[in-house]
């Protein structure tokens, strides 16, 4: 006998669960399938890659800038340091100890003040013993002037007795000798006379050493720097040693500033310029163009240091006169001056990046995946020739591109001057594009 074993389903509250009951043991309803709905995702996952594909790429946003009209003031920057204008080198022109120093550094002195004193022990050896020699050589032009007239004597004697004698007496070599002792004492007070000269002149230049010891200021002004110390020698043998550095005058400067060759054409006597230093940040001082050297940095240099250094970079010095009246620049002040060589006067301006915008270009590189280009980062890269024709996009309503022709000006690597019959003050020029939209 056998027994049919029945196995039901039973839901909590006791209920058969027939649905479960009848789909037991066959097969799943399709939308219960994994694969089912595997595919429909595909599906709808191409679907959208397809029609993403084929829709039109959105139009490009354009950056733009307004066109200006103002004067364009061209410069040119160098850099350099502030000097007084007269600065002068004190220095020694006898050896000896510096017995004592009678000045210090920022001190202001007055033309002719005694700035030291060198030790005069042997220049005054110097100046006894050529008084002496004076008096030796004074003392021998008395003597041999002595000997001198006691010859003339004797020779007028000579010839009033051969005058009285009718020529007899005295022999005619007696006669000569007599002469040639006139002739010889003659020299001899002529050579006495010379030595005094030179007795007078060895004097004079110990006294002259004598007033070199005592070291004074040519010039009325501030002492900028003191090189030596009391109880130091100085030896004046082969060069002037310096002892003090003193500059005339400090309320009217001089700043001397590198051109770069690029840039000398530009600059004249006479222009307006600015600087700063580092000592005031933000403050500009006023200044103008003194002169320009026509030798660069190179002229000095021989035929082959010339050779050597062909790989330098050229610069020319430029002289500008500064006013410091409140005395807050210093000598030594690292400058960077900006000069103004040209104004425009009132023109039209437009970025250099209109001028240098193309659309196809542009728009190729631009888009989501693509470089963003907002029309400043090559800026300063492109200098623009004056009188050339250049194109300026400006947009229309309809979202086109509209090229305006135009003819370039000067320009500060910036901003261009423009001429054009369709180009206006306040019109938008493209100077680049930016993502396209999603």
């Given at each position: 006998?056998?027994?049919?074993?029945?196995?039901?389903?039973?839901?909590?509250?006791?209920?058969?669960?027939?649905?479960?009951?009848?789909?037991?043991?066959?097969?799943?309803?399709?939308?219960?399938?994994?694969?089912?709905?595997?595919?429909?995702?595909?599906l709808v996952l191409l679907a959208l890659g397809i029609s993403t594909c084929f829709r039109e790429p959105p139009p490009p946003e354009y950056i733009t800038a307004a066109v200006e009209q103002r004067s364009l003031d061209l410069t040119v920057t160098a850099t350099g340091a502030l000097r007084p204008v007269n600065q002068v080198e004190v220095g020694s022109e006898v050896s000896g100890k510096i017995?004592?120093?009678?000045?210090?550094?920022?001190?202001?002195v007055a033309r002719g003040q005694v700035l030291a004193i060198i030790n005069t022990d042997v220049i005054d050896d110097q100046i006894v013993q050529g008084r002496a020699n004076l008096n030796a050589a004074r003392a021998r032009v008395a003597q041999a002037q002595a000997t001198l007239d006691a010859d003339t004597a004797q020779l007028r004697r000579l010839q009033d007795v051969q005058r009285l004698?009718?020529?007899?007496?005295?022999?005619?070599?007696?006669?000569?000798?007599?002469?040639?002792?006139?002739?010889?004492?003659?020299?001899?007070?002529?050579?006495?006379?010379?030595?005094?000269?030179?007795?007078?002149?060895?004097?004079?230049?110990?006294?002259?050493?004598?007033?070199?010891?005592?070291?004074?200021?040519?010039?009325?002004?501030?002492?900028?720097?003191?090189?030596?110390?009391?109880?130091?020698?100085?030896?004046?043998?082969?060069?002037?040693?310096?002892?003090?550095?003193?500059?005339?005058?400090?309320?009217?400067?001089?700043?001397?500033?590198?051109?770069?060759?690029?840039?000398?054409?530009?600059?004249?006597?006479?222009?307006?310029?600015?600087?700063?230093?580092?000592?005031?940040?933000?403050?500009?001082?006023?200044?103008?163009?003194?002169?320009?050297?026509?030798?660069?940095?190179?002229?000095?240099?021989?035929?082959?240091?010339?050779?050597?250094?062909?790989?330098?970079?050229?610069?020319?010095?430029?002289?500008?006169?500064?006013?410091?009246?409140?005395?807050?620049?210093?000598?030594?002040?690292?400058?960077?001056?900006?000069?103004?060589?040209?104004?425009?006067?009132?023109?039209?301006?437009?970025?250099?990046?209109?001028?240098?915008?193309?659309?196809?270009?542009?728009?190729?590189?631009?888009?989501?995946?693509?470089?963003?280009?907002?029309?400043?980062?090559?800026?300063?890269?492109?200098?623009?020739?004056?009188?050339?024709?250049?194109?300026?996009?400006?947009?229309?309503?309809?979202?086109?591109?509209?090229?305006?022709?135009?003819?370039?000006?000067?320009?500060?690597?910036?901003?261009?001057?423009?001429?054009?019959?369709?180009?206006?003050?306040?019109?938008?020029?493209?100077?680049?594009?930016?993502?396209?939209?999603?």
């Amino acid at each position: 006998m056998s027994e049919t074993i029945t196995t039901s389903t039973t839901s909590p509250d006791g209920d058969t669960d027939i649905e479960t009951y009848l789909d037991a043991g066959g097969p799943k309803k399709w939308y219960k399938r994994k694969r089912v709905w595997i595919g429909l995702v595909l599906l709808v996952l191409l679907a959208l890659g397809i029609s993403t594909c084929f829709r039109e790429p959105p139009p490009p946003e354009y950056i733009t800038a307004a066109v200006e009209q103002r004067s364009l003031d061209l410069t040119v920057t160098a850099t350099g340091a502030l000097r007084p204008v007269n600065q002068v080198e004190v220095g020694s022109e006898v050896s000896g100890k510096i017995d004592r120093i009678l000045v210090d550094v920022n001190d202001q002195v007055a033309r002719g003040q005694v700035l030291a004193i060198i030790n005069t022990d042997v220049i005054d050896d110097q100046i006894v013993q050529g008084r002496a020699n004076l008096n030796a050589a004074r003392a021998r032009v008395a003597q041999a002037q002595a000997t001198l007239d006691a010859d003339t004597a004797q020779l007028r004697r000579l010839q009033d007795v051969q005058r009285l004698s009718g020529g007899r007496v005295p022999a005619q070599a007696e006669m000569e000798q007599a002469e040639a002792a006139v002739r010889r004492g003659q020299a001899t007070v002529a050579a006495a006379r010379a030595e005094v000269v030179s007795s007078e002149a060895q004097l004079s230049t110990a006294q002259t050493n004598r007033n070199r010891a005592v070291v004074r200021s040519p010039v009325s002004g501030v002492v900028l720097a003191r090189q030596v110390e009391p109880g130091q020698t100085v030896a004046a043998s082969f060069n002037t040693p310096t002892l003090f550095v003193i500059a005339e005058n400090l309320s009217t400067m001089q700043l001397r500033v590198d051109l770069d060759e690029a840039d000398v054409g530009q600059v004249d006597p006479g222009q307006r310029a600015t600087f700063t230093v580092d000592a005031y940040p933000g403050r500009r001082f006023p200044a103008t163009v003194d002169r320009v050297d026509l030798g660069s940095n190179t002229t000095a240099l021989g035929q082959q240091q010339q050779q050597q250094a062909s790989q330098q970079v050229v610069s020319y010095e430029a002289r500008l006169t500064v006013a410091n009246s409140e005395g807050l620049l210093r000598p030594g002040m690292t400058a960077t001056a900006t000069i103004a060589t040209q104004s425009t006067g009132r023109a039209m301006l437009v970025p250099n990046a209109a001028l240098r915008f193309e659309p196809e270009a542009e728009e190729e590189a631009g888009g989501m995946f693509g470089p963003q280009n907002f029309g400043i980062e090559e800026e300063n890269e492109a200098t623009i020739g004056v009188g050339s024709r250049q194109r300026v996009h400006v947009v229309e309503e309809d979202g086109t591109l509209r090229a305006i022709e135009v003819v370039t000006g000067q320009s500060d690597g910036r901003m261009t001057v423009v001429r054009s019959d369709e180009l206006g003050p306040g019109m938008k020029v493209v100077t680049g594009v930016g993502a396209g939209a999603d």
